[in-house]
DNA sequence: TATTTTGTTCAAAAAATATTGAACAAAATA
DNA sequence: TATTTTGTTCAATATTTTTTGAACAAAATA
């Protein structure tokens, strides 16, 4: 893996008292080990390790980033930058931000964690109970055509699962507002 | 991939009516299906596909199935299967159990859909939060060794994610109640 | 005790997923 | 308009994850 941060932000200010001084490598080691928070939190919801990589660079940016900047801090490919920070946008994580003077797309957070977990929560866990429920209706009408013996396990186990299913829809709303809203 | 579910069903009674005679074919429909929505719902929560199959498969099971019967069902391995019934134990989704005159375990489903999810849920979600949580405050004090500028936009932006991840963690007993217990 | 049956483990193969990089298109500049 | 810069796409490659299957150990049987 490449160095992480430049020395820029040391050379912009004149005097720091020696403490301080530390400050660019501090810098690094807070830059790493943020990244490192975000590419868990991806994995965590199934995004791959160099959507929380851009995602935690720019956690850490104090100015919008452009793709070569990502690119060249993370040792990443173009494409793979380009792809990640689309998908990002996709979900409302990052925005694009026009700087002065710069023809090039500058890349920063779209507001908080909440929104990209609005994200996922709406684009992903939503559309997927969703489907449960969909895939457990068609089920039971096919159960309709069993056996009585067969249609009454089935039922049984299927009621549960039914019931457990509209447990999952109901708590649906309150994840959204707690962490999305 | 092989044929799924045996005549057993259509031999074990004498006569049945015209249209329940078609339910050894309607039962493989709804085997098929049950087993693709426990492959959805594994995926979902990051287990594999096979375990989902073996899941579902015991789902439709009218009796405790053997290793082999799974294998043999699901055109699987013996080693996945027996890897797939250790972690599905493991979160205790399946257990053995005895059947007279047979020397080989036999599996069948422990409890329902929320027993999986339980294991889930505090297996999986629980200490990744709790995780998350550590990786916060470890980042929180080394951002205290940064210059001011920097440690105040830190900190406003750790603030947030700190914020998110108490959401998180107060949201967790909800879960857990509605889908677990 | 020797043989068979049963289930587990783990190195190797296969499958799924993510990343790269070169070709391309669009936009800016000369 | 020709050239350069910038960002995207997608086929090829690399990586990660899952599955297989053969070797092994444990338990049951002969």
Not at 166 to 171: E, H
Request: glycine share 8%; aromatic share 8%; hydrophobic share 40%.
């Amino acid at each position: 893996m490449r160095s992480f941060l430049p020395m820029k932000q040391a050379l912009e200010s004149d005097f720091t008292p020696p403490v301080e001084a530390l400050s660019p490598k501090n810098f690094q080691v807070v830059e790493v080990e943020s990244i490192d928070l975000f590419v868990r939190i991806a994995q965590f919801i199934g995004f791959p390790k160099s959507f929380g990589e851009i995602y935690g660079l720019l956690f850490t940016a104090s100015e919008p980033l452009s793709l070569d900047d990502i690119c060249e801090r993370l040792n990443m490919s173009k494409g793979s930058a380009s792809q990640g920070l689309k998908a990002l946008r996709g979900v409302h994580a990052v925005k694009t931000t026009y700087v002065p003077g710069d023809r090039r797309d500058r890349f920063e957070l779209e507001g908080n964690i909440r929104l990209l977990m609005q994200g996922f929560l709406q684009e992903r866990l939503e559309p997927g109970i969703r489907d449960l429920g969909v895939r457990i209706e068609s089920l039971s009408s096919k159960v309709n055509a069993l056996q009585n013996g067969e249609k009454k396990r089935y039922n049984e186990r299927l009621g549960k699962l039914r019931n457990w299913h509209k447990q999952a829809q109901k708590i649906m709303p309150a994840m959204e507002r707690l962490l999305g809203g």
